[in-house]
């Protein structure tokens, strides 16, 4: 380790201690009467205004991973890497009305998951479970992937040893992690959330200004990009990338922008921040300022071209080999800052990692507690029960998240977080469309379901990365000519790509649709729907309205 090193490290932990005893002295801030309920410990009272759920919403979207894995996409692979600043962008307005609708809906019946509001509209526990594996399944890689962008920032420290003894600080700061959220539940990463909202603007802000000065402008910085990326691959002999986009990508550009932002609030980890919050006025607020996050996004992403410019390498993991290209932005504030301004840089970062990883740990347990614990192991579960079983199930889902970094490889990783966005759209019918109508036979959204997993997995499968040599789950871009319907091929020999997610997406919706004609043909019953018309505009909970436990619909 240099003395450079030496400094980015204390810098990194001294502000990580400031931040873990933050955690703690959150179960003290706007004190429950009893944190040992469900609602306090997992949704914070749902009493957070536009301020907390600003920071808590933006905590949990712009994660560490998106830190360190847009710039090294485009780092890679050029005007792609940009899909994330229109997902982001169209995201809110797409998703505000459905999220006002399930926040009231939620209100009224203490809904605390996307599958209690399934449960409850279409009283098919079946249906319920579905959709909490999938959320489950869906966010342990996208928890992985937080310690993936924190393992990133260790590594450039010098922390980068071999063997499962070179994770050892990584279980470090796993361990402080899961301690403070099993003490303080949600109100730790809704605190916390501003601490790492400041350091990542200034961090961003500085670098955006003075780097480009130093490295002679956008303009250079763009061409430096560009005749990078045209150099062809050593393993496809064509260019690796490109600054725009070209006439193969255009399609999946735009269907990933737009299955992405679909999938954004799907996610269990955002809906419990949307859950937390305490009205519906609240939530518009905050749908109309999240998008000052993306433009930080915009700028955040440029930095792949800057490390371009700069001639910043990856870091090699010590573990694999091979090397790591979630290092870039990390390498390139250890290369062109002061130590101790990098040292805020990484503890940007991984105070970025820890928000979103106990989010989404608490969203995944709620999940577990309310859909799976409570509704087949033991129905008559007191709230102090839901509260304790919720927290070891984060401890659970943590060690679970800590184990799937060390056995599987950092870039396996990110495919896996691919395979989470597709399966985490299947859920969009039973959940998102819902809200509106219950048009949809129960039967038919689980076969529908079923249907859009299936057949994505096997798209997913089919798909090759010749630049890292895999044959399978080689990402999520569909070449049309690939597309085979029971041997039909439309697009037969088309080099056009698209979104796996939304051709999966559009099998579902399909099959939902003809299912629920042939059922009510042959009057299959549909179930009752414990949900009002009046519920879904509720502002408050009615005084004669006791929230009800889904188990008990």
């Given amino acids: 380790m240099t003395g450079a090193q030496i400094v980015q490290l204390v810098v990194f932990l001294l502000l990580f201690l400031a931040v873990a005893v933050l955690g703690f002295m959150a179960s003290r801030w706007r004190r429950a009467d009893d944190l040992e309920h469900l609602d306090e410990w997992g949704?914070?009272?749902?009493?957070?205004?536009?301020?907390?759920?600003?920071?808590?919403?933006?905590?949990?979207?712009?994660?560490?991973?998106?830190?360190?894995?847009?710039?090294?996409?485009?780092?890679?692979?050029?005007?792609?890497?940009?899909?994330?600043?229109?997902?982001?962008?169209?995201?809110?307005?797409?998703?505000?009305?459905?999220?006002?609708?399930?926040?009231?809906?939620?209100?009224?019946?203490?809904?605390?998951?996307?599958?209690?509001?399934?449960?409850?509209?279409?009283?098919?526990?079946?249906?319920?479970?579905?959709?909490?594996?999938?959320?489950?399944?869906?966010?342990?890689?996208?928890?992985?992937?937080?310690?993936?962008?924190?393992?990133?920032?260790?590594?450039?420290?010098?922390?980068?040893?071999?063997?499962?003894?070179?994770?050892?600080?990584?279980?470090?700061?796993?361990?402080?992690?899961?301690?403070?959220?099993?003490?303080?539940?949600?109100?730790?990463?809704?605190?916390?959330?501003?601490?790492?909202?400041?350091?990542?603007?200034?961090?961003?802000?500085?670098?955006?200004?003075?780097?480009?000065?130093?490295?002679?402008?956008?303009?250079?910085?763009?061409?430096?990009?560009?005749?990078?990326?045209?150099?062809?691959?050593?393993?496809?002999?064509?260019?690796?990338?490109?600054?725009?986009?070209?006439?193969?990508?255009?399609?999946?550009?735009?269907?990933?922008?737009?299955?992405?932002?679909?999938?954004?609030?799907?996610?269990?980890?955002?809906?419990?921040?949307?859950?937390?919050?305490?009205?519906?006025?609240t939530i518009r607020r905050n749908m109309t300022a999240l998008p000052a996050y993306s433009f930080l996004l915009a700028l955040l992403a440029l930095l792949g071209y800057v490390a371009i410019a700069a001639g910043t390498k990856p870091i090699v993991n010590g573990s694999t080999g091979r090397p790591d290209s979630n290092t870039i932005v990390p390498a390139l504030f250890a290369g062109q800052f002061p130590s101790w301004f990098a040292g805020v840089a990484f503890a940007a970062i991984g105070v970025g990692a820890l928000v979103p990883a106990a989010i989404m740990s608490i969203a995944a347990a709620n999940l577990w507690t309310r859909n799976i614990y409570k509704e087949f192991l033991r129905r008559d579960a007191t709230p102090k029960d839901e509260a304790r079983q919720a927290k070891l199930a984060s401890l659970v889902v943590k060690v679970g998240a800590v184990l799937f970094i060390v056995v599987v490889d950092p870039q396996f990783s990110v495919d896996l977080q691919l395979i989470g966005g597709v399966i985490i759209l299947q859920t969009l019918p039973a959940v998102a469309i819902a809200l509106y109508t219950r048009w949809f036979h129960r039967w038919a959204l689980f076969a529908g379901w079923a249907v859009g997993l299936i057949w994505g997995m096997i798209m997913l499968y089919g798909i090759p990365n010749p630049v890292n040599g895999k044959q399978h789950f080689g990402g999520s871009a569909l070449a049309l000519g690939k597309l085979d319907l029971f041997g039909w091929t439309p697009f037969d020999g088309s080099k056009v790509q698209i979104y796996v997610g939304a051709v999966a997406l559009i099998g579902n919706l399909v099959v939902a649709a003809l299912v629920t004609l042939v059922l009510r043909a042959t009057g299959t019953r549909e179930g009752a729907d414990h949900t009002r018309g009046e519920d879904y505009h509720a502002t408050r909970v009615p005084e004669s309205t006791t929230p009800e436990a889904v188990s008990s619909t």
């Fill in 43 to 281: 949704l914070g009272g749902r009493k957070f205004g536009s301020w907390v759920t600003w920071f808590l919403l933006g905590g949990d979207l712009y994660t560490a991973y998106t830190f360190v894995a847009i710039p090294a996409l485009l780092f890679s692979s050029g005007a792609l890497g940009f899909y994330a600043v229109p997902y982001t962008i169209i995201a809110f307005p797409l998703v505000m009305l459905p999220l006002l609708r399930l926040w009231s809906v939620s209100r009224v019946h203490g809904y605390v998951t996307p599958a209690d509001f399934v449960r409850g509209r279409y009283d098919s526990p079946l249906l319920a479970l579905a959709i909490a594996v999938t959320g489950i399944v869906a966010t342990m890689p996208y928890i992985a992937l937080q310690l993936a962008g924190l393992e990133a920032v260790l590594r450039t420290i010098g922390l980068n040893g071999s063997g499962f003894w070179g994770h050892a600080p990584l279980f470090v700061a796993f361990v402080v992690l899961a301690a403070y959220t099993y003490q303080s539940g949600l109100r730790a990463p809704a605190l916390i959330a501003v601490v790492k909202d400041v350091l990542i603007y200034i961090v961003i802000l500085v670098a955006i200004i003075y780097l480009p000065i130093k490295l002679g402008g956008f303009g250079a910085i763009i061409d430096a990009g560009a005749a990078k990326l045209a150099q062809p691959s050593p393993a496809t002999g064509q260019a690796s990338g490109s600054t725009l986009l070209t006439a193969n990508n255009q399609l999946q550009y735009a269907t990933l922008a737009l299955g992405s932002a679909l999938a954004l609030f799907l996610y269990p980890h955002s809906i419990t921040g949307v859950l937390s919050s305490s009205s519906r006025a």
